[in-house]
């Protein structure tokens, strides 16, 4: 039996930036509960252009006791605003807090910069990939 092979696509590396995990599981494991969040932790205002979320991570940091539903919460909201000449601007804001004691700020703190890190990268990526766009359709 020939060995299954995977292609990168667009779709899949931007999902990688936002989420190292997420091109393995959409791979290997399609139907991983972390895949099929809950509807109600995040909504889409077409009218505002806005789009707001929540994620919640539990913690159960060790077997003998019950897992935590609100160790770590993010939340936060992604805008889409014109911005003249048909370009847009998008604004994100988000909040992180992470209550577990003695490293609750580690955690928050490193979860900020990996979000800063992946927006960065993000940027670069879409400013790349429409540079080639527009080469492409200048060609035509």
């Not at 060995?3 to 590396?13: G, Q, V």
């Not at 991983?32 to 913690?59: F, K, Y």
């Not at 209550?99 to 990996?114: C, N, Q, V, Y």
Request: aromatic share 8%; charged share 25%; with cysteine.
């Amino acid at each position: 039996m020939a060995p299954r092979t995977f292609r990168l696509s667009k779709s899949r590396f931007t999902a990688g930036l936002q989420c190292h995990r997420q091109p393995w599981w959409k791979v290997h494991e399609p139907r991983a509960a972390e895949l099929t969040p809950d509807p109600s932790l995040r909504a889409l205002d077409r009218a505002s252009g806005e789009w707001t979320w929540r994620m919640h991570q539990p913690a159960n940091l060790d077997a003998k006791s019950k897992p935590r539903k609100d160790a770590v919460t993010m939340h936060g909201t992604a805008r889409i605003e014109p911005s003249g000449n048909g370009h847009c601007r998008r604004t994100d804001t988000f909040s992180i807090e992470a209550r577990i004691f003695a490293i609750g700020g580690l955690i928050e703190s490193t979860i900020d910069k990996e979000l800063q890190r992946a927006r960065t990268k993000e940027y670069a990526f879409l400013t790349q990939w429409l540079e080639v766009t527009n080469h492409m359709n200048s060609a035509f």
